[in-house]
């Protein structure tokens, strides 16, 4: 017996702005994906950008609208591949560091609160990396070890997407 095929929800979209319920269900998508977006069903300049990261991040093209193709990759795409890892710890008072930026510039993607993408791990990257690890269910310990390093990267895939 085979599995039923995988379908995204119906697809209205882009919904008029009084159509929360569209809104907050591809907002809840892609939180359950593993991006850090406010599931409110306000398609406001946030929502728009974390589309336009989402977009570029698997090859749509780059509106920041969820029109129909990104509305079904918002189900159906596979995850991203993180880069390597840098092969050791980063943490706190890492200066000008090239793999601290990198992570910077990701979370900011994600979604997370504005990091400034300078390379310097210090309070404000330990506090987003805390929140990062909270939110993905690793150990909170401030620091960027293999697993966060790969989790500011991974999404969560339905089951049944392409892999």
């Known amino acids: 017996m085979t599995a039923p095929q995988f379908r995204p929800p119906p697809l209205s979209f882009p919904p008029p702005p009084e159509d929360t319920d569209k809104v907050r269900q591809w907002q809840q998508q892609l939180r359950d994906r593993g991006w850090h977006i406010v599931v409110d069903g306000d398609y406001r300049e946030e929502s728009k950008r974390l589309c336009a990261n989402f977009q570029m991040e698997h090859g749509l093209k780059v509106d920041g609208i969820v029109g129909p193709n ?48 300078d390379g310097d791990f210090g309070p404000q990257t330990e506090k987003i990396c805390k929140e990062l690890q909270e939110f993905k269910g690793l150990p909170v310990t401030g620091e960027i070890d293999e697993n966060t390093w790969k989790e500011a990267w991974l999404e969560r895939v339905p089951v049944g997407a392409t892999m």
């Open 70 to 117: 990104t509305w079904t990759a918002t189900w159906e795409a596979p995850s991203t591949k993180a880069p390597p890892s840098p092969g050791h710890t980063l943490r706190k008072g890492d200066m000008n560091n090239q793999h601290v930026r990198k992570w910077q510039r990701q979370v900011n993607n994600r979604g997370w609160p504005e990091l400034k993408v």
